[in-house]
């Protein structure tokens, strides 16, 4: 009942930036935290900013200071601003978010998006 659709990922520079977004659509009553993940090659997917709907944000240590999350309740969006990119940022990129519907409340997952930090 809940899509996420992400879009900006693509190749970055180290040093430059990229901004990622991500819009849910369905049959949504409202939406509570959103947040995105990460996952590098043979890696776990490990969390690397959340959100709330009043605005709390809360960040990964390794993107602290140059990452930032934001989001836009009225379009059901939540964006991620990346800063200073390193290539230890490349990683497929996942949204996901808490959100209720008439089937009650429940998490949702993006698609993913590929993020490349590369000379």
């Known amino acids: 009942q809940v899509q996420l659709v992400e879009s900006g990922g693509g190749l970055g520079q180290p040093g430059g930036s990229l901004r990622l977004s991500c819009a849910a659509s369905g049959s949504i009553i409202n939406i509570n935290v959103m947040g995105w993940y990460r996952q590098a090659p043979g890696k776990q997917r490990e969390l690397v900013a959340d959100?709330?709907?009043?605005?709390?944000?809360n960040y990964a240590d390794p993107v602290k200071g140059r990452f930032s999350i934001s989001r836009d309740n009225a379009k059901n969006t939540v964006y991620l601003q990346m800063n200073s990119l390193k290539p230890e940022d490349t990683a497929v990129y996942y949204c996901?978010?808490?959100?209720?519907?008439?089937?009650?409340?429940?998490?949702?997952w993006g698609q993913g998006t590929q993020v490349t930090v590369s000379s």
């Open positions: 959100i709330t709907r009043g605005g709390r944000t």
């Open positions: 996901n978010t808490n959100a209720w519907t008439y089937r009650g409340n429940d998490n949702y």
